[in-house]
T-cell receptor
Framework: AQSVSQHNHHVILSEAASLELGCNYS??????LFWYVQYPGQHLQLLLK??????LVKGIKGFEAEFIKSKFSFNLRKPSVQWSDTAEYFC??????????FGGGTRLMVKP | SAVISQKPSRDICQRGTSLTIQCQVD?????MFWYRQQPGQSLTLIAT?????????ESGFVIDKFPISRPNLTFSTLTVSNMSPEDSSIYLC???????????FGPGTRLTVL
């Protein structure tokens, strides 16, 4: 069975700091990779996704993620965070035809 | 992306009762999914609901506890039966065109069982 690990459970940053959230998965075959974000009081929204092609994908609000197949990783990055980025971030993985598996989530707090 | 609504948005229920949660999508979709997000936890898939067939339940979830209906391509319901405080969670539906496509999530139903 596939699994997803997010090693940072809570992250606190000051505005303008750079962000990198780790995500590792365990599955040897072809996978689709996602980052979702849940802002306080709001529902889960898609931030970005990777299916194939360029392993560096860009999403909304200045976020990007890099798929490194050899490391089974799909880390999320943003060069300069804003207070409005305070949210919970979920990495998720599925392989074709199978269910979406979520990581445990990372709560990000950005201090103004 | 699809626009997904859920009813109710929240509810407080007594133990032993049942609650049916509705999920409505603004377009026809092949696959609908039901997830549970327990307090402070990540999302766990309960079942996959395809129109015209029985729902497929994940390990740890059974039809008697979480019966699901999928009468057409835009609507599904999840019932949480014989509730206990351990069922207090956010229940979310999501939709996807196929197992490998992107899933979009509804706003969730926050359930508190006393």
């Amino acid at each position: 069975a596939q699994s997803v690990s997010q090693h940072n459970h809570h992250v606190i940053l000051s505005e303008a700091a750079s962000l990198e959230l780790g995500c590792n998965y365990s599955y040897g075959g072809t996978v689709n990779l996602f980052w979702y974000v849940q802002y306080p009081g709001q529902h889960l929204q898609l931030l970005l996704k990777y299916f194939s092609g360029d392993p560096l994908v860009k999403g909304i609000k200045g976020f990007e993620a890099e798929f490194i197949k050899s490391k089974f990783s799909f880390n999320l990055r943003k060069p300069s965070v804003q207070w409005s980025d305070t949210a919970e971030y979920f990495c998720a993985v599925n392989n074709a035809g199978n269910m979406l598996t979520f990581g445990g989530g990372t709560r990000l707090m950005v201090k103004p | 992306s699809a626009v997904i609504s859920q009813k109710p948005s929240r509810d407080i229920c007594q133990r032993g009762t049942s609650l049916t949660i509705q999920c409505q999508v603004d377009s026809q979709v092949t696959m609908m999914f039901w997830y549970r997000q327990q307090p402070g936890q990540s999302l766990t898939l309960i079942a996959t609901a395809n129109q015209g067939s029985e729902a497929t339940y994940e390990s740890g979830f059974v039809i008697d506890k979480f019966p699901i209906s999928r009468p057409n391509l835009t609507f599904s319901t999840l019932t949480v039966s014989n509730m206990s405080p351990e069922d207090s969670s956010i229940y979310l539906c999501s939709v996807g065109a196929s197992g490998s496509d992107t899933q979009y999530f509804g706003p969730g139903t926050r359930l508190t069982v006393l």
